[in-house]
């Protein structure tokens, strides 16, 4: 029996169960329990739980993937919080309406009531409740209050004063405007019945008006609306204040009248308006007759009923009694009178206000009936209205005449000259167009569009968008133009822009056009600065090129000019230093001094023979050369000029051409170029290679290239040192000519000066590559040989020492010490001599003794008339006589340039006596 009992209480439990089960699922909501902590974590939901919030139970219980919190607004999170500790605290039951986010990502909200679950030991347990959705209310209430506020604001925002009157006759509500029309504040009119003593009700003129009257009082007795009601209301100021008013009722839910309401509106002033309305047309009519158009009044049968001064003033008419009161006063062109006649029929049958366009009347095109025309041809705006009468008819017909003939011909000349505004722009090589401040064009020229098409893009661009047409142009452009709005002021721009990769070089003139003081527009100028631009830099290029040449060619003759000056002070201490030895005795003690003053002077004229190679005017024997087996030739003495760590390398390419050359000035080349690159080196293992060969020059170009002197044309022999020091910068690259200029240490002397002056001097060129870090290599030039060279001198026989000449020698020369030093080396010869200093007292004295004088010693370089001009004028005074030329310079260049006047001979300075034995022996002859 106890078993049957216990499986009847587990049916029954299992029953209620389902029971429990079936509501719990069914019910219009969510039922819970979960603990009291922040993520609100479920340990049971109900079914309801997928309508609610869309997630199924399993899901939200124990947070497996969302927990309860995280669906609840952030923003509604905290205000949840709170209020159920407060409830739990208090130990009572707890509602709240907040809103949460269900699966789909919808808002929306929910009403719930729990109450906390307490243990026998007073702790609490858990949180248990019912959640349900009130979306629906929600809303319904929101559209409630967003429909109560309508009305409201309605109500409130009136034109018109608004009044509430209940059944009762009480005044229940009042808008701000009926508070501004009964001047009262709102919360003495609300209270109050409508007939109130406090609102002074009237008629019109100030006379008793019966409160069964009242608008509302007329709809509570009628039942009906109640309009146009006129009375006063006399205010706490004094004040008269006309209303109309309009009154209707507002029924409850049997039918019955629950209250009216009422609508004021103050009519005062257009009461007065209408009153004045009269008082004031003798005033219109003085307006009119002021204006400064031309104004016609007519009734529906053509009789003029008023004009102005303007009007009389059209026509040449004196007084406005010869027109008013008499129909059909105007006799126009037969085309302007249908026009205007059909135009006036109009506004009477339609009551429209009629416009007729500009219209050209030609000379006496109307007139009046009266006498009195317009004479000249012009153009007119003529507007009609109608005026219309009290009963709402169209009684009159006012026509107004604009005599637009100066505007016209205004318009003309602004069209034409826009036109040729419109074609000069065209006609511009500049690209220009015209935008306003929301970067959309209005103009644009021929250029423009020939531009656009040249890169692909829309050609026609008026009424678009700046940036839509030109995407790829800068952010810094739109600043530009901001900047142009904002200051009023012009703006000039540089911009490199590079499309479908060829570079264009712009420069760009913003200008903004103002309007009544205002920047509307920006006429934008572009001009195509590329080609320009590149000719500015080529120009700066060759500027550059010149500037250098002329720096060289100073330097050059600077030192041109000291050697010179050197080798006048050489000779005289040559022939001072030898005088002396021929007059010392072998054994004497200062015989070694002055073999060392000899030789002393002998190493400063190799100095200036380097100063006269960098000039370009040293002295060659010039012989066609293998460079290849020169260069060979000299591989012993390159071996002991570099370093120990550098290693030499040759590549001399066989059967090259010859070349003009002097072999004593190249040997000089290369062991420059050989010292320069061993210095390069340093103390640091390297190589120097040293090549030849042959090639066509072309002028390479870039920052680690650098040229000096003249290509040859076509093919030519090539020397080239070669080394793997440190290289240089374009800085000193560029300096690497100047004399005295070293990276190395200072007092180098000419150098690499001495090396171009001796390669420009044989017509070549030297093309320099060096890289900081990669070395450095000097290539010199020279042009094949031609047929044109001068042999070389095989060395002078042996003079006799005991050789003595006879008879007279004139000396010119502008330097003391060599007239001096000459004098002496000639006397010791047995010549008589005779001085000059300069061009003019030497060819005087030539013509005072030419019949004594065998020889005269001539210097190239003096001030004033030089050798070269002083060599003719004694060639015209005796063709016969016997001139030797003397120069520090080169004998070729000399004979190159005075070998037409037949001079005897050259002597080189600086000279020892056995070189001018030797010359003045040959001259004239034993």
């Known amino acids: 029996m106890a078993m049957q009992s216990d499986r009847k209480d587990q049916d029954a439990l299992r029953k209620n169960r389902r029971v429990l089960e079936t509501l719990m699922s069914n019910l219009p909501g969510m039922a819970y329990r979960c603990r009291n902590d922040r993520d609100w974590t479920m340990e049971f939901v109900s079914g309801g739980c997928l309508r609610l919030t869309g997630y199924l139970p399993e899901q939200v219980v124990g947070n497996r993937d969302v927990s309860y919190a995280e669906l609840i607004l952030p923003a509604d999170r905290e205000m949840v919080w709170q209020r159920v500790q407060e409830a739990v605290a208090e130990r009572r039951p707890f509602q709240l309406e907040y809103r949460i986010v269900d699966v789909s990502g919808a808002v929306k909200w929910v009403w719930e009531q729990g109450v906390g679950v307490f243990a026998d030991d007073g702790l609490l347990d858990a949180l248990e409740g019912f959640i349900t959705d009130i979306n629906d209310r929600k809303t319904s209430e929101e559209a409630l209050k967003r429909e109560h506020r309508l009305v409201v ?11 509430m009157v209940d059944g009762a006759g009480v005044i229940t509500y009042a808008n701000a ?88 509106e103050d009519v005062t002033f257009k009461v007065r308006a209408e009153q004045a ?21 007519s009734d529906p049968d053509g009789t003029t009923v008023m004009v102005n001064r303007a009007f009389l003033d059209m026509l040449g008419l004196d007084s406005a009694s010869r027109v008013v009161g008499k129909a059909n006063v105007l006799k126009m062109h037969a085309r302007v009178d249908e026009v205007i006649r059909a135009k006036i029929k109009a506004v009477f049958e339609r009551g429209e206000t009629l416009h007729v366009p500009e219209m050209r009347f030609p000379p006496k095109g109307f007139e009046t009936v009266f006498g009195g025309s317009r004479a000249n041809p012009s153009y007119q705006e003529i507007t009609m209205f109608p005026v219309r009468l ?18 016209r011909r205004a318009d003309e000349a602004l069209r034409e000259s826009e036109a040729l505004y419109r ?74 822009n590079i499309i479908d990769n060829e570079r264009f070089l712009t420069e760009t003139r913003k200008i903004p056009v103002m309007k ?74 200062a015989m070694t001094n002055i073999r060392q003053i000899e030789r002393t002077a002998l190493l400063a004229a190799e100095l200036t023979n ?87 020059p072309r ?60 390669v420009r001097g044989h017509s070549g060129a030297i093309v320099v590559d060096s890289r900081p870090g990669k070395g450095t290599s000097f290539k010199a030039l020279f042009p094949c040989s031609s047929t044109a060279v001068f042999a070389r001198q095989s060395p002078a026989a042996a003079e006799e020492p005991r050789w003595a000449g006879h008879g007279t020698v004139l000396v010119i020369d502008d330097e003391k010490v060599v007239r001096d030093v000459a004098s002496l080396l000639f006397r010791e010869m047995g010549f008589d001599v005779v001085v000059a200093d300069s061009g003019e007292t030497g060819l005087q004295a030539f013509r005072d003794r030419q019949d004594d004088i065998s020889l005269v010693l001539l210097d190239l370089t003096m001030p004033g008339m030089d050798g070269e001009a002083t060599l003719p004028k004694l060639l015209e005074v005796d063709p016969g006589v016997k001139v030797v030329l003397s120069s520090g310079y080169d004998e070729q260049e000399v004979t190159a340039r005075l070998s037409r006047y037949g001079f005897a001979g050259f002597l080189k300075k600086p000279y020892e006596i056995s070189t001018l034995r030797r010359v003045v022996r040959k001259v004239l002859g034993n």
Not at 556 to 578: K, R, S, W, Y
Request: net charge negative; aromatic share 6%.
């Open 277 to 297: 309305l009269a008082a004031s047309e003798m005033r219109l009519r003085g307006l009119v007759e002021q204006m400064p158009f031309p104004v016609h009044v």
């Open 153 to 163: 604001t309605m109500m409130e925002t009136s034109p018109a004063g608004i009044l």
């Open 390 to 407: 009290p009963s709402g008819e169209i009684g009159q017909v006012v026509t107004i005449w604009k005599d637009t003939t100066a505007r």
């Open 177 to 264: 405007r009926a508070a501004e029309v009964l001047r009262m504040a709102v919360d003495r009119i609300t209270g109050r019945r409508h007939d109130d003593e406090a609102f002074h009700a009237e008629a019109y003129d100030g006379s008793a008006f019966e409160p069964d009257r009242l608008p509302a009082a007329r709809v509570f007795s009628s039942g009906t609306p109640a309009m146009n009601v006129r009375y006063a209301v006399r205010t706490a100021d004094g004040r008269t204040v006309l209303l109309v008013a309009n009154a209707a009722p507002v029924h409850d839910e049997n039918g019955d009248i629950a209250a009216a309401v009422v609508t004021v």
């Open 610 to 696: 380097q100063m006269l190679a960098y000039s370009g005017k040293g002295s060659f024997l010039v012989e066609p050369v293998n460079l290849s087996t020169l260069v060979a030739e000299m591989a012993h003495l390159m071996e002991v000029a570099v370093s120990k760590k550098a290693r030499l390398e040759y590549d001399f390419a066989p059967g090259i051409p010859l070349v003009d050359a002097d072999a004593t000035q190249i040997r000089q080349v290369v062991m420059n170029l050989i010292t320069n690159a061993s210095e390069a080196i340093g103390g640091e293992p390297g190589i120097i290679a040293v090549r030849t060969g042959e090639m066509s």
């Open 699 to 758: 002028r390479d170009s870039g920052d680690h290239v650098h040229v000096e002197g003249v290509l040859p044309e076509g093919r030519c022999v090539f020397l080239e040192v070669a080394d793997t020091g440190q290289g240089m910068d374009a800085g000193a690259l560029s300096r690497i000519f100047d004399p005295f200029f070293s990276t190395k240490f200072t007092g180098r002397g000419l150098g690499l000066a001495a090396v171009l002056g001796i």
């Open 423 to 496: 074609t000069t722009i065209d006609f511009m090589d500049e690209m220009v167009h015209l935008m306003d401040r929301d970067y959309t064009i209005v103009l644009a020229n021929t250029a423009m569009a020939e531009m656009n098409r040249r890169l692909g893009l829309e050609a026609d661009v008026v009424g678009k968008k700046l940036f839509d047409i030109y995407p790829f142009l800068p952010d810094r452009v739109k600043d530009e133009y901001k900047r142009v709005f904002t200051t009023m002021q012009s703006l000039w721009t540089e911009e490199e």
């Open 516 to 589: 009544e003081g205002k920047p509307v527009m920006v006429l934008t100028a572009i001009r195509d600065v590329t080609m320009q631009r590149g000719i500015e830099e080529e120009k700066l290029r060759l500027e550059a090129q010149v500037q250098h040449a002329q720096k060289l060619e100073s330097l050059g003759l600077l030192a041109g000019g000291i050697a010179h000056d050197f080798n006048n002070l050489l000779t005289g201490m040559l022939g001072n230093a030898q005088l002396a030895m021929k007059k010392l005795k072998p054994e004497s003690p």
